[in-house]
C-alpha cells in the first residue's frame, strides 16, 4: 500500500537495503552459527514485515519477536521462515500461534504446562525453545525452577506433546565484553544445557549472542546468534565502535520539513517556560516533531539537528507536536526546508547515537519509540525483498 505523503511533515526513510546487508555482515561475523533477527518492537521502530523481508534476504534463517501478536501479523502478511517469541500470560490463546507454525519460548514451568496442554489441543508437537536464565534476572528459569523444567520437557517430549528445538539465555553486560559476568554467563549456560542433555534433552539451537556478542564474542555464538539493534545499523557497543567499525550502516533517516521561519530579536525566549533565549538577533526555525512523535522532553535545548550546512540543536522545550531551531542571523533556511534529526553518521549526519548521547539514553530507544504518525518510506532494491 503506498503511502500519501502530499502533507506529511516529516519521514522516517527506512533503508531495506542496509538492513539486508546489515545482516549479511552479521552472518559473516557469525562463522557457522544461524542468524535470528530480530524484529520486536516493530523490527524496533522500523516496520515488522518490510525488514523481516530484508532480513531474510540478508541472509538470516529465524526472526525473532517479543509478543504473539507480532508472531501472528508476521504470518498473516505471508512470512513462512521459523518465528519464536517468547512473552505471553498464563491463559493466552497458544493454539493459533501453534497452528501458524510459531515457535514458542518457555520461561518457567507454568508456561511449558501450558504450551504442552496447547499442543495436545492442536494434536500436533510444539516446538520449543527453553529459556534458562544465567543471571540476568528477568525471564527465564533457573536452579530448582530449571530442573523441573528439564524433567517436564523430556517428559512431554516422549509424550510427542513438544519438540525442543532450543535452550536459550541472555546477558547482562554484552555491551562490556571484558565485564566478568559475560565468561561467568556462558559458563553457566553449558552447564544447563548439559543438565538438559544428561535428561535427554538435546536442543539443536543453543543461543546466547544478542547484537553485542555476535560483534565483540564469538565464544558465545554457539549455534545461532541472535542480533537485534544491529540489523538496523546502530551500534550496540557505541563505546567501542561506530556502525561504519562494524560494517553497518543506519537504516533509518528521520526528516522533518520547517514549517516556519521568522525573525527573532535578542533576549527573546523560545517555547515553554522559555528555557532557551536568543543571545542576539537571529532567525527561528519550526520543526513539526515533538513528544507525541516519540521526541524525548530531555532533548530540550540538546537535541542534534542538521539543516543545510548548519549543525545545530533544539532550542528550548521539546512540545507536543514541535520543536524550534535558532538558525542564526545571517541562515538562508526557508520554509519547506529539510531537517534531519538522525541519519547515517558515515554522511556527517547526526545519528540515533548522537541523540542517546545528548539526551542520556540509548539509540534503541529512540528508534523504537518514533510514533506511528510519522510515516515510514521504504527504499529498496528488487534484491532486498527476500523470500518469506
Not at 56 to 84: D, H, K, N, W
Not at 282 to 295: A, E, V
Request: charged fraction near 20%; aromatic fraction near 6%; include cysteine.
Amino acid at each position: 500500500m503506498s503511502i500519501d505523503l502530499t502533507g506529511a511533515t516529516a519521514r522516517a526513510e527506512i533503508d531495506l537495503d542496509a538492513i539486508r546487508d546489515n545482516v549479511a555482515e552479521l552472518d559473516r561475523r557469525s562463522g557457522a552459527a544461524a542468524v535470528m533477527a530480530v524484529v520486536k518492537a516493530d523490527a524496533y521502530g522500523h516496520g515488522l514485515v518490510p525488514s523481516a523481508q530484508a532480513a531474510l534476504a540478508g541472509g538470516a534463517s529465524y526472526l525473532g519477536v517479543a509478543q504473539l501478536a507480532e508472531a501472528l501479523t508476521a504470518r498473516e502478511a505471508g512470512i513462512t521462515a521459523p518465528l519464536l517469541t517468547w512473552l505471553f500470560p498464563p491463559g493466552a490463546d497458544l493454539v493459533t500461534p501453534l497452528r501458524a507454525d510459531i515457535e514458542l519460548s518457555a520461561g518457567a514451568p507454568w508456561s511449558l504446562r501450558e504450551i504442552a496442554a496447547a499442543a495436545r489441543e492442536h494434536g500436533r508437537a510444539a516446538v520449543v525453545h527453553l529459556k534458562v536464565d544465567t543471571g540476568l534476572g528477568r525471564g527465564g528459569s533457573w536452579g530448582e525452577d530449571w530442573a523441573e523444567m528439564v524433567r517436564l520437557a523430556a517428559q512431554y517430549q516422549a509424550e510427542g506433546a513438544i519438540t525442543v528445538q532450543g535452550i536459550w539465555s541472555h546477558f547482562v553486560w554484552a555491551d562490556a565484553p571484558t565485564h566478568p559476568t559475560v565468561r561467568h554467563q556462558q559458563e553457566v549456560f553449558v552447564e544447563a544445557c548439559e543438565q538438559a542433555e544428561r535428561q535427554g534433552v538435546r536442543p539443536v539451537l543453543r543461543h546466547l549472542a544478542n547484537s553485542a556478542a555476535t560483534l565483540t564474542n564469538p565464544s558465545a555464538h554457539f549455534d545461532m546468534v541472535r542480533p537485534g539493534i544491529a540489523v538496523y545499523g546502530l551500534s550496540p557497543v557505541p563505546d567501542l565502535g561506530t556502525p561504519a567499525d562494524y560494517g553497518l550502516r543506519e537504516a533509518m533517516r528521520l526528516t522533518a520539513r520547517l514549517v516556519g521561519v521568522k525573525d527573532a530579536p535578542a533576549g527573546q525566549g523560545v517555547s515553554y517556560g522559555h528555557q532557551y533565549t536568543t543571545s542576539g538577533p537571529t532567525r527561528l526555525g519550526l520543526i513539526p516533531l515533538g513528544y507525541s512523535d516519540g521526541i524525548p522532553r530531555d532533548a530540550t535545548n540538546v537535541g542534534p539537528l542538521q539543516i543545510g550546512d548548519l549543525r545545530t540543536h533544539i532550542a528550548g522545550r521539546v512540545c507536543m507536536d514541535q520543536v524550534v531551531a535558532d538558525l542564526g542571523p545571517d541562515s538562508p533556511a526557508a520554509v519547506g526546508d529539510e531537517v534531519v534529526l538522525w541519519g547515517r553518521g558515515a554522511d556527517g549526519e547526526p545519528t540515533a547515537q548522537d541523540w542517546a548521547a545528548a539526551t542520556d539514553t540509548i539509540s534503541y530507544e529512540l528508534v523504537t519509540r518514533l510514533g506511528a504518525r510519522v510515516p515510514r518510506v521504504y527504499l529498496r532494491s528488487e534484491t532486498s525483498s527476500g523470500t518469506a
